[in-house]
T-cell receptor
Framework: KQEVTQIPAALSVPEGENLVLNCSFT??????LQWFRQDPGKGLTSLLL?????REQTSGRLNASLDKSSGRSTLYIAASQPGDSATYLC?????????FGSGTKLNVKP | DTAVSQTPKYLVTQMGNDKSIKCEQN?????MYWYKQDSKKFLKIMFS???????INETVPNRFSPKSPDKAHLNLHINSLELGDSAVYFC?????????????FGDGTRLSIL
C-alpha cells in the first residue's frame, strides 16, 4: 500500500528566505503527484500537478520536482512571504487511488 | 462564484442521529470525491464517483452512503452517527478520473458529534 510522508512536519522561517518542503512515497508506480496548500478552516488549493512523465513544474515563486525512481518530490518556495503561511500537502495518485501526506505547516515570520 | 460548494459548513449533532452533507460543483467536471480529514490532519479518500457511477469505495462503514443525482452533485448521508465520525469532510472534483487534471476542493464540513 502506498505511504506518503512529508518532512518536516512544521517549519518556521523569516520572510525572504528560500525554502524546500519534502514529500516521499513508497510505491513509484504513480500517475501524478500534486501539491496543495491548506489555509486554516479552508479546503485545499491546488498549487502544482506533476505528471509521472514530468520532472518538474513551476508556477511563480513555486517549483516542484519529481523523482519517481527514488520516490521523492520537493516543493521549492522562493523569497517566502508571510502570506505563504499555510499547511502544504502532497498527494500521489496510483491510477484511481489518491494518497495524501500529513502536511508541512509553514510559518513565515515578518 | 464558488467552484465546489459544500453545505453545511458546520454540523453539530448527537450520537445516533442521521445527517447529510451536500456538495455541488459548477466546473463541469465528471468526477467527484469525498474525503475525511481527521484530527491529525490526515486526508483519506472515502468515495469517488465518475459520471454518477461509483469508482472508489474505500474501507468505509456502510453507515456512510454517497448519492449522486447528477454529475454536478455528490451528497453524503451518514446513518447512526458515532463519536469517531467527528472530522472535517471535504468534497472535491476533477475533470475526469483518468486525466492528469488537478482536483478542486470545497471548504469542508466540520462535523462534531456530541
Amino acid at each position: 500500500k502506498q505511504e506518503v510522508t512529508q518532512i518536516p512536519a512544521a517549519l518556521s522561517v523569516p520572510e525572504g528566505e528560500n525554502l524546500v518542503l519534502n514529500c516521499s512515497f513508497t510505491d513509484s508506480a504513480i500517475y501524478n503527484l500534486q501539491w496543495f496548500r491548506q489555509d486554516p478552516g479552508k479546503g485545499l488549493t491546488s498549487l502544482l500537478l506533476i505528471q509521472s512523465s514530468q520532472r518538474e513544474q513551476t508556477s511563480g515563486r513555486l517549483n516542484a520536482s519529481l523523482d519517481k525512481s527514488s520516490g521523492r518530490s520537493t516543493l521549492y518556495i522562493a523569497a517566502s512571504q508571510p502570506g505563504d503561511s499555510a499547511t502544504y500537502l502532497c498527494a500521489v495518485a496510483n491510477f484511481n487511488k489518491f494518497y495524501f501526506g500529513s502536511g508541512t505547516k509553514l510559518n513565515v515570520k515578518p | 462564484d464558488t467552484a465546489v460548494s459544500q453545505t453545511p459548513k458546520y454540523l453539530v449533532t448527537q450520537m445516533g442521529n442521521d445527517k447529510s452533507i451536500k456538495c455541488e460543483q459548477n466546473l463541469g467536471h465528471d468526477t467527484m470525491y469525498w474525503y475525511k480529514q481527521d484530527s491529525k490532519k490526515f486526508l483519506k479518500i472515502m468515495f469517488s464517483y465518475n459520471n454518477k457511477e461509483l469508482i472508489i469505495n474505500e474501507t468505509v462503514p456502510n453507515r456512510f452512503s454517497p448519492k449522486s443525482p447528477d454529475k454536478a452533485h455528490l451528497n453524503l448521508h451518514i446513518n447512526s452517527l458515532e463519536l469517531g465520525d467527528s472530522a472535517v469532510y471535504f468534497c472535491a472534483s476533477s475533470q475526469d478520473h483518468y486525466s492528469n487534471q488537478p482536483q478542486h476542493f470545497g471548504d469542508g464540513t466540520r462535523l462534531s458529534i456530541l
